[in-house]
């Protein structure tokens, strides 16, 4: 894809005299957005398979999160949300959080926990974790390892109650909302690395579909 993108970039020049500075496009780009709206993604970096374009399709991405997101959620376990974050894209009514200190960590994805990161930030955040603490916790979450996961659980909700001052049954519920999750959430950066290279793709077929094509 890196290759595809020197070369379209290159064959522009040759054939428009156009400087593209591939790492400082235009954002958001309507052109490259209606191309992914329509489904048009043949050759876009991650956005090519058929399940992706129909969702992409209903999604209607406006923005480089929206992308990013769908990177995130397009895999085993977490596609279950995708439906739950689209509903939430177009009607912002049905975005909730359980409290309201999760908007700040969970607003780029409509309340939806979309990356491990969010979750990490939430045991710091809500149950008072240390960084060491959510290392920690990431590796019992990562590795899947049931009897850690229990001993994370206690802590968890008794972090929420003292830190948070929240009921023993909300900071249940919180983790009970977030334990299906755990299993397997993806990396914001590794999403947004993804990301960057899937909006370049897409912004040169969008604007330079010769170019882009002949690459």
């Not at 522009?12 to 156009?18: E, P, Q, S």
């Not at 596609?79 to 739950?84: A, L, S, V």
Request: charged share 25%; glycine share 4%.
């Amino acid at each position: 894809n890196l290759s595809i993108l020197e070369a379209a970039v290159k064959i522009a020049r040759a054939r428009h005299n156009v400087a593209i500075d591939i790492y400082n496009l235009p954002h958001p780009d309507r052109k490259t957005f209606k191309l992914l709206s329509d489904g048009l993604t043949f050759g876009v970096f991650q956005m090519g398979s058929s399940g992706m374009t129909r969702w992409l399709k209903e999604l209607k991405p406006t923005n480089i999160f929206d992308v990013m997101a769908m990177i995130a959620l397009y895999r085993p376990g977490p596609m279950q949300f995708i439906p739950d974050y689209i509903a939430r894209k177009h009607d912002p009514s049905l975005i909730k959080y359980l409290d309201p200190a999760l908007k700040k960590i969970l607003h780029r994805t409509y309340g939806v926990l979309v990356y491990q990161d969010d979750l990490l930030t939430i045991a710091h955040d809500l149950a008072g974790y240390t960084w060491e603490e959510v290392d920690k916790f990431r590796k019992a979450v990562g590795k899947k390892i049931p009897e850690e996961m229990a001993k994370q659980k206690i802590k968890f909700i008794q972090g929420c109650q003292e830190t948070s001052k929240f009921s023993f049954e909300k900071a249940a519920e919180i983790w009970a909302w977030i334990e299906p999750f755990a299993a397997y959430g993806f990396n914001k950066s590794h999403s947004a690395s993804y990301c960057v290279v899937s909006y370049q793709t897409a912004y040169m077929k969008a604007n330079y579909p010769v170019e882009f094509m002949a690459a």
